[in-house]
């Protein structure tokens, strides 16, 4: 069976998401036009513009050649060795940058968020399948303005 480029997971979907914004963002912290930066990677405009956008239709090569260009594989090359975590392997060997204080205070973040869409994704299931649970929240919620205060 052939591959396709369709993801169905949201999580997988946020990271790419999240990965063609951070490859964006550094492009920019860089001064790189896409112009420049596509000659650099030796990619079109267009895959570019997809891998920014964080489309899952580029070749995971595209994304790697970006990321030569920018300078950012390292990251890649620390996940596929699979020795040690990613984070904690940057914090021992870079302790007291301030670029990598920052980038570990994001992952973290990004890292929530990814949770957090992985819960409501959950919960977005549990009431297709049972209906009667959104009104079970709504009365939970309802019974809690009742009893508390507003800022609680």
Known sequence: MPGTSE???TVDQQLLLQLGARLKRVRLQQGLT???MAERAG???MTLRSIEA???TPTIGSYVRVMQ???VS???ALLASGTESVSKRRQGALLGSK???ISVSHARHELQDLQSLVLHQEAVRLVKQDPALLQRAIDTLNRWRAT???HS
């Open 7 to 9: 993801i169905t997971s």
């Open 34 to 36: 896409t112009i420049q």
């Open 43 to 45: 990619l079109s405009r």
């Open 54 to 56: 964080g489309e899952p």
């Open 69 to 71: 260009a920018l300078g």
């Open 74 to 76: 390292q990251d890649l």
């Open 99 to 101: 670029k990598l204080l």
């Open 148 to 150: 508390t205060s507003s």
